[in-house]
Structures are given as structure tokens and as C-alpha cells.
């Protein structure tokens, strides 16, 4: 019994594991309630809605991943760098040119879904899941770097190819 009230006072005095601990507690808990509403979502929308709409929020978030540059990589490298270096004014125009780059990607990106929501609202809704998901299916299977998303493209135009 006395040593639980002792190792919980050391634990409770690293900074570091406690703030590991409480953001784990927090990840849990968000990880919890997405379940619950995709568990609701799942209720209220039925199976083939849900169906539809998990492709859909697939299909947009895979096109904007496609478009982006992962700027969050070259904000930590350079502004990394600039902190270390004291250069606080570099480190600031690495924030504000990666957060600009981004907005246009994602500006970019709404105008490509724009652009494909007439595309993807055909007549037939079996077309239209059919297109729908598979391109959700080959930008997923694939990995981010532009040779692999090239195969992939290349393995999509053939497949629709097959099916006209």
C-alpha cells in the first residue's frame, strides 16, 4: 500500500510523463467519440448513405492530399532552423509562405472538386459510386510520392478504360 502513494508521486512530478499521459487521455477521447457519432451517422443515414457519404469525405480528402505540398514538413525544418539560429524574421516568413502555399493548394483543390462534382453526379448512381470509389481506392492504396501517384493514375485511366 505504500508504495502506490510513492509511485504515484513520482509519477505525478515528471513534467514530461504527465503530459504524455494527459495528451493520451485526450486522444482517447476523441478517438471514443468519433466512434460514437460514426455510430450515430451510421443510424441516421442508413447503410448505403453512409456508403455515400464516407466515399465522398474519401474522395475530397484524397484529392486535397494529392494537391498539397506538406508544408507542416518545411515549416519545422526551417523554422526549426531560424529558432535555433536566432533569426526570428526568417522563421516568421517560413510560417507566413508555407501557410500561403497551402491556402492556394487548398484553394486549388475546391476548384478540382468543383470541377469533378459534375463528373461525379452522372445519371446512374451505380456509375457514379462505381467512379467514386475507385478513386478513392487507387489514391489510397498508393503512397503520396508523385511516382507512385503517377502509377496510380496510370492504373485508373486503365480501369476506366476496361469499364467503358
Known amino acids: 500500500m505504500k508504495f502506490l502513494p510513492k509511485w504515484m508521486r513520482t509519477w505525478r512530478q515528471d513534467i514530461t510523463l504527465s503530459r504524455v ?24 443515414l442508413g447503410v448505403r448513405g453512409l456508403g455515400v457519404f464516407t466515399i465522398i469525405v474519401s474522395f475530397t480528402s484524397n484529392v486535397n492530399r494529392l494537391l498539397s505540398f ?31 502555399v497551402e491556402t492556394a493548394t487548398s484553394i486549388v483543390a475546391f476548384l478540382v472538386l468543383v470541377l469533378l462534382a ?15 470509389c475507385f478513386c ?17 493514375f496510370c492504373r485508373w485511366i486503365t480501369a476506366l478504360k476496361a469499364w467503358h
Not at 21 to 44: K, P, Q
Not at 77 to 83: A, D, F, M, R, V
Request: glycine residues 4%.
Open 136 to 152: 478513392c481506392m487507387v489514391f489510397r492504396s498508393s503512397a503520396i510520392s508523385p511516382p507512385k501517384l503517377l502509377l496510380a
Open 118 to 132: 459534375s463528373w461525379g453526379a452522372l445519371p446512374s448512381p451505380t456509375t457514379r459510386i462505381r467512379r467514386l
Open 21 to 44: 499521459m494527459r495528451n493520451s487521455t485526450y486522444l482517447f477521447a476523441s478517438n471514443v467519440i468519433s466512434t460514437i457519432l460514426t455510430i450515430l451517422t451510421a443510424n441516421l
Open 70 to 100: 506538406n508544408m507542416a514538413d518545411v515549416v519545422v525544418k526551417y523554422l526549426g532552423e531560424s529558432l535555433e539560429r536566432k533569426q526570428i524574421e526568417r522563421g516568421a516568413a517560413a510560417v507566413k509562405l508555407a501557410g500561403l
